[in-house]
């Protein structure tokens, strides 16, 4: 559990657990709840927002209750600037993974790969259609197409 250390009505300290000794206090951290709370350390509870696709992060805003400080995550819509970041990421992700699977195929097109024409024709498609992965108007959803058999 982590807590808050709360100072005139005000969080001045936030941790992940009790200090073994604080403020001349030995073994503080196996007094009971309400002592702790009556030397000012408070349990701290953080309350996540349900955030949608277009929604970030945006720090947070805190509540000090009688028995615990709550803390709310604050959300802002992303910016333009930030959603077509993230999409131009996305295609960077898709384009890697295509050429890694590109690349483990290139054996498929040599002149002395063991496939028969029917099969290097196969392997023709399924790379032609990796290629054009990167024509969908986004990058989400990609539908990766299935190697063929060899």
Same mark, same amino acid.
């Given at each position: ?5 709360? =100072?005139?009505g005000?969080?001045?300290q936030r941790?992940? %657990? &009790?200090?073994?000794?604080?403020d001349n206090? %030995?073994?503080?951290?196996?007094l009971? /709840?309400?002592?702790i709370?009556?030397?000012g350390w408070?349990?701290h509870r953080?309350v996540?927002t /349900?955030?949608s696709d @277009?929604?970030i992060?945006?720090g947070?805003t805190? %509540?000090?209750e009688?028995?615990e400080?709550v803390e709310? =995550? ?10 077509? %970041? =993230?999409? =131009? ?8 993974q295509r050429?890694? +699977? &590109?690349t483990e195929?290139?054996?498929? /097109? &040599?002149?002395?790969?063991? +496939?028969?024409?029917?099969?290097q ?8 259609q &990796?290629?054009d992965?990167?024509l969908a108007?986004?990058?989400y @959803?990609? @539908?990766?197409p299935?190697?063929?058999e060899?």
């Open positions: 559990m982590s807590y808050a250390r709360v =100072e005139d005000k969080i001045v941790t992940n %657990s &009790l200090p073994k000794s604080w206090i %030995s073994n503080f951290d196996v009971d /709840q309400e002592q709370i009556e030397h408070y349990p953080f996540e /349900q955030k @277009g929604y992060s945006d947070s805190y %509540s000090i009688q028995s400080v709310y =995550e604050k959300i802002r819509e992303k910016t333009k600037e930030e959603k077509e %970041s =993230e999409i =131009e990421s996305k295609w960077i992700e898709i384009r890697a050429n890694i +699977l &590109l195929s290139d054996w498929t /097109q &040599l002149p002395d790969s063991p +496939l028969n024409n029917q099969k024709i196969e392997w023709q498609i399924y790379r032609q &990796l290629r992965i990167t108007d986004s990058p @959803g990609i @539908g990766w299935s190697k063929p060899n």
